[in-house]
């Protein structure tokens, strides 16, 4: 079955950076678009980046310019570097499959000082 584990979060400063990745299996992942999540304390889960599997991207305004969505086909991950971070940034950051919205556990970015 689909399975994702997201790992690189951690507490950061702001206008530091983060780099979290996205390890998949369970399918064909080169055939996926992919893309990332953020839930923060009271709020929706809102998307933050995704890739198609030609590697178009796209971005909400929030952070377009800061956050670079990639994917690796052949070690099957889906990487999102994080830059100029902010302490609205702060969230648990989840990847998500395209082939049926599988979500991974999801991990915790802080940006604070």
């Known amino acids: 079955q689909v399975q994702l584990v997201e790992s690189g979060g951690g507490l950061v400063q702001p206008g530091g950076s983060l780099r979290l990745s996205c390890a998949a299996s369970?399918?064909?992942?080169?055939?996926?678009?992919m893309s990332w999540y953020r839930q923060a304390p009271g709020k929706e889960r809102e998307l933050v980046a995704s890739i198609t599997s030609g590697g178009s991207t796209n971005y909400p305004g929030s952070v377009k310019g800061r956050f670079t969505i990639s994917r690796d086909n052949a070690k099957y991950t889906v990487n999102l570097q994080m830059n100029s971070l902010k302490p609205e940034d702060t969230a648990v950051y989840y990847c998500?499959?395209?082939?049926?919205?599988?979500w991974g556990q999801g991990t915790q970015v802080t940006v604070s000082s």
């Open positions: 998500r499959a395209g082939i049926d919205g599988s």
């Open positions: 369970g399918f064909t992942f080169r055939r996926y678009a």
